[in-house]
């Protein structure tokens, strides 16, 4: 039994926090959410260069980092990269890569594996694909984009690069990990996993990216509770600092034991993901279950905590909470992921 | 990170397994679960428990101890809850006189107590809270006063569990009336047998006499008998009351999960597993369930580096005991009419009767609610004291 992790992940932690302290301060978030592009693609090379895109890397590397680019609310495509395409490919890609997998059959990634909407068609091995996919995420920053289909053989996934003309940003809450539409009209595409498998493919997705944004909400949760906690040591109500009136410190007090909660469902969803645990899609499902639920509560508490100020939109506060409430609803709600606990305990 | 087993914590876990259905009645799986104190039951399991070298197993092997690490502990708790074996009887001794002896004690001291906590032949009880004082610790008013070789004490102590049964007790008294708040206070381990010392039971809403009041009049307690030294009792104390939640959050935790598959039963019993609303409320439990688990793992590997419990054992206690208190009263509310049924006629002869009404004491004992989210918010959060 040992829950810790290694002193070089710890290393790799500070380094990241560093990195992300220095270049995305909360304003400069704020600043990028509000951009056209919604990120500083130069970004993408330093994360090279931290060692964010290593092929060596284990989920326990990503989780840790997936934690901070949390805390920091980095904008840009790495989630996307690292937990949704990557599985796929079975590589980490080296270009921006996101994956489509719902449309207006399909909204889950368990769903999109027997979906018929959107259809892949060989014409003398060369793969073309036609339906339009839904809530992409960080599809208008990615270079390269992995497309669930139907063929006559199955559900196959194919690749493609962005067609600009194809993509259709949406108008969403959370700024900073932006979701569009992909129409697709007979547009050719290389097959990466066989008609028939990509059951087996959205699966090991499912686990690698909700195990990840739990790992995310966490780093969320810790931002919120740090600036809600500083807030209450300074600010001065009746000559002393809200924090020592019980009422905001308790509510504080809640926020770190459900954070303490959650930071262990996740880190263990993050091991059983990386060591193939025999319990690891329960593992994911309980922790996504208190994650992201608990960054939710942790912003609100916050707000209620920082008064007035948390409720501007000048206050970075508002990009996190939105963050939180994404995390929340990706691939299931806290019902559906419930009733599958309850599926496990109570049924024969 | 590795939530397997080592090979040796593999070995120990599985040699466990067999002690357990080995010692065991034949027939254990199937009796209905107890509740209450069970005190022959765990006096007699505690005897087993002792011999086999299951008490005491992170103590060291001089005082009676197993000198295991606190894995094999660890391990221990989840495999008697998972069987629901009894409990062994000196729950005081183990967590909190025991540790604490082992700490500030003298060596005769622990020659004469920590063995005989292990083999349950000293029972202790615990004499901290007074009429005029419960979360407020540093206002007891209970007096020692040293006359020639010993110290004369006076006063009143309550909410004491065990005392009815106890051999001894770590009582915490004023004895420096001049000083005020932390300083002038004095730890020591006290006689039940001693003349002075009188128990009065009372009984708890589940009907129980669990508690009591101690009446101390001019008990003459040997100056041998001080833990630490004189006027040292708050930090003696303290290193009491971080052990009782250091150590807790396992056992408590094995409690729950053992709850838990009551709780599942029951909604099968009474005909419930398909409703969407009561299944939403076992998954939630679940995961609160499993958040303590994990979270107990994480504090384990923190006490194997450190060697000592933080104050994060605030945490699990806390959010147990209000767990603990959702989890009867929804296993409670699944029986309807029916839950007014505590004796023969209801499900294992009123078990969920008596654990909903036991967990309303789980939210004051052992650190208030309001105490534990001080503790956090001060000590762990590091907000300014609200006092």
Redesign the interface.
């Known amino acids: 039994m040992d829950f810790a992790f290694s002193e070089e992940q710890e290393m790799l932690r500070t380094a990241a926090r560093s990195w992300l302290k220095a270049q995305y301060p909360p304003d400069r978030a704020a600043g990028l959410a509000d951009s056209e592009q919604g990120w500083d693609p130069q970004s993408w090379r330093e994360l090279e260069r931290l060692g964010w895109l290593d092929p060596d890397l284990s989920m326990l590397e990503y989780a840790v980092l997936a934690e901070e680019a949390g805390y920091a609310l980095y904008p840009g495509p790495w989630w996307s990269t690292v937990g949704l395409a990557g599985p796929v490919l079975g590589r980490l890609p080296s270009t921006p890569t996101t994956l489509a997998w719902a449309d207006s059959a399909a909204a889950d990634l368990r769903s999109a594996a027997i979906s018929t909407e959107t259809t892949a068609t060989d014409s003398g091995g060369t793969w073309t694909l036609s339906g339009t996919k839904l809530l992409v995420p960080d599809l208008a920053i990615s270079e390269s984009v992995l497309v669930v289909a139907a063929a006559e053989g199955g559900t196959g996934i194919w690749r493609l690069d962005v067609p600009t003309d194809a993509v259709l940003p949406v108008s969403t809450m959370d700024k900073t990990r932006r979701l569009a539409e992909l129409r697709l009209d007979s547009a050719a595409a290389e097959l990466i996993v066989e008609p028939g498998a990509a059951g087996n493919a959205l699966a090991t997705v499912r686990r690698r990216s909700v195990a990840l944004l739990s790992c995310e909400a966490v780093g969320i949760a810790q931002w919120a509770l740090d600036t809600s906690s500083t807030h209450a040591k300074e600010r001065l109500q009746f000559g002393r600092p809200i924090g020592s009136y019980q009422g905001v410190s308790h509510q504080v007090a809640d926020v770190y034991t459900s954070l303490q909660l959650s930071r262990s469902l996740a880190y263990r969803a993050a091991w059983a993901v990386d060591t193939g645990a025999e319990d690891v899609e329960e593992a994911v499902t309980v922790a996504a279950v208190a994650a992201g639920p608990c960054a939710v509560q942790a912003c609100e508490s916050a707000m209620q905590v920082l008064g007035g100020i948390g409720f501007t939109w000048d206050h970075p506060l508002h990009r996190f909470y939105k963050r939180a409430q994404w995390i929340t609803g990706f691939d299931g709600t806290g019902q559906s992921r419930r009733a599958e606990i309850a599926a496990a305990l109570l049924d024969p | 990170?590795?939530?397997?087993?080592?090979i040796d914590?593999a070995e120990f876990r599985a040699g466990l397994r067999r002690w357990l259905a080995d010692t065991l009645p034949a027939d254990w799986a199937q009796r209905p679960p107890t509740f209450g104190q069970q005190l022959e039951e765990r006096r007699a399991w505690t005897r087993k428990l002792f011999e086999a070298g299951y008490a005491g197993l992170t103590w060291p092997n001089e005082y009676g101890g197993a000198g295991r690490p606190y894995?094999h502990q660890?391990i221990f708790l989840e495999e008697a809850g998972r069987v629901e074996a009894p409990e062994h009887i000196g729950v005081i001794g183990l967590g909190m006189a025991g540790p604490t002896i082992r700490i500030h004690g003298t060596e005769a001291q622990k020659k004469q107590h920590l063995s005989a906590i292990l083999s349950g032949d000293t029972i202790f009880c615990q004499g901290f809270s007074e009429p005029g004082t419960g979360s407020d610790l540093a206002s007891v008013s209970t007096r020692a006063e040293l006359d020639g070789d010993s110290y004369v004490v006076n006063g009143q102590k309550v909410w004491s569990s065990w005392a009815h049964i106890a051999d001894y007790c770590i009582l915490l008294t004023r004895s420096d009336p001049a000083e005020r708040g932390h300083r002038g206070m004095t730890y020591f381990l006290l006689d039940m047998r001693t003349p002075g010392v009188e128990v009065r039971p009372l009984r708890q809403i589940t009907g129980d006499p669990e508690f009591n009041e101690i009446f101390l009049s001019d008990v003459r307690v040997p100056i041998e008998d001080v833990v630490d030294v004189p006027g040292n009792g708050w930090n003696v104390a303290m290193t009491t009351l971080l052990n009782e939640r250091g150590t807790l959050g396992y056992a408590l935790t094995s409690q729950l999960e053992g709850s838990l598959r009551r709780l599942?039963q029951t909604?099968?019993a009474v005909g419930a597993?398909d409703d969407?609303v009561v299944?939403?409320t076992?998954?939630?439990l679940?995961?609160?369930l499993?958040?303590?688990r994990?979270?107990n793992?994480?504090s384990?590997?923190?006490l194997m580096?450190t060697g000592a419990p933080g104050p994060?054992g605030s945490?699990s206690k806390?959010?147990w005991s209000e767990t603990n208190q959702r989890l009867t009263s929804f296993a409670l509310e699944l029986l309807g009419t029916e839950a007014q049924l505590d004796g023969d006629g209801s499900l294992w002869a009123g078990f969920w009767q008596f654990q909903q009404l036991r967990s309303r004491g789980n939210t004051i004992e052992a650190g208030t609610s309001?105490v534990?989210?001080?503790i956090?918010?001060?000590r762990?959060?590091?907000?300014?004291?609200?006092r």
């Open positions: 990170m590795d939530f397997r087993d080592t914590e894995s660890a599942v909604v099968k597993a969407p299944r939403d076992v998954a939630s679940y995961v609160e499993e958040g303590l994990y979270t793992f994480r384990l590997t923190t580096k994060e945490v806390l959010c309001e534990l989210r001080n956090i918010a001060e762990l959060v590091g907000l300014p004291r609200s």
